[in-house]
């Protein structure tokens, strides 16, 4: 059985050797400390270091690398799979009568005034843009205050992907000082009072992903969140 010294001396080699990630950490340090104690127990004159040395041998030239990326993978797709989830369910009855007032509430205003429409559609990006970094900002800050590093942090890097087309595509041509004129006609309002549905639905799923992250991070390590 290791000593609690030995324990910690684990996640410290798994430190050094560029695994970051706490959980990724703690299911690698249990691996490392059974693996250890089998040799040891195989061998009575092998020391913990020289039984650690030939355990991290046995992962090959590539360390642990592997193993972490196929960690920060799943991670990735885990939390791309509840957006979508968490997206498609705005389409549910009842919660798409929210989709189907958005839309009609933005068509109506652009058939009231157009200008109206181009600044809320503006406002709107804008706010959407905001409350993106916000959330984002907040669950990495609740992650720094553990002193530790969360698979979930990633979580940033896949968000700014979802909302790419809308900044990149549609939001330039708002500010365009010709689209009063370009957008007249009935379709062209309503395809952008859609869009624009659309928009807040992800914003909507986005702020439900990453809650959704956080719950299950402190549920699943309430010895780490509960000195934040």
Not at 184 to 213: D, E, K, R, V, W
Request: glycine share 2%; hydrophobic share 50%; proline share 3%.
């Amino acid at each position: 059985m290791l000593s609690n010294e030995q324990i910690e001396s684990l996640f410290i080699f798994c430190e050094k050797h560029f695994v970051k990630y706490y959980e990724v950490q703690l299911e690698l340090v249990d691996h490392l400390a059974n693996a250890v104690e089998t040799k040891m127990d195989k061998d009575h004159k092998l020391t913990f270091e020289k039984a650690l040395e030939e355990v991290h041998r046995d992962f090959g030239v590539m360390g642990f690398a592997p193993l972490v990326s196929e960690k920060q993978i799943a991670a990735e797709e885990q939390s791309r799979k509840l957006f979508w989830k968490l997206f498609k369910d705005q389409f549910r009855w009842p919660k798409i009568l929210g989709f189907l007032v958005l839309t009609v509430a933005m068509f109506t205003i652009s058939k009231f005034d157009l200008s109206i429409f181009k600044w809320s559609f503006v406002s709107i990006m804008i706010a959407g843009c905001i409350i993106e970094i916000y959330s984002v900002l907040k669950i990495h800050i609740l992650l720094a205050q553990t002193g530790k590093k969360f698979l979930p942090g990633k979580i940033s890097e896949f968000v700014p992907c979802i909302f790419f087309p809308f900044y990149v595509f549609y939001f330039p041509s708002f500010l365009d000082k010709n689209f009063l004129s370009a957008v007249n006609s009935t379709s062209s309002t309503l395809f952008y009072s859609i869009l624009l549905s659309i928009f807040i639905i992800m914003i909507i799923a986005i702020l439900q992903t990453i809650s959704s992250a956080k719950r299950s991070l402190i549920k699943s390590f309430p010895e780490v969140f509960s000195v934040t």
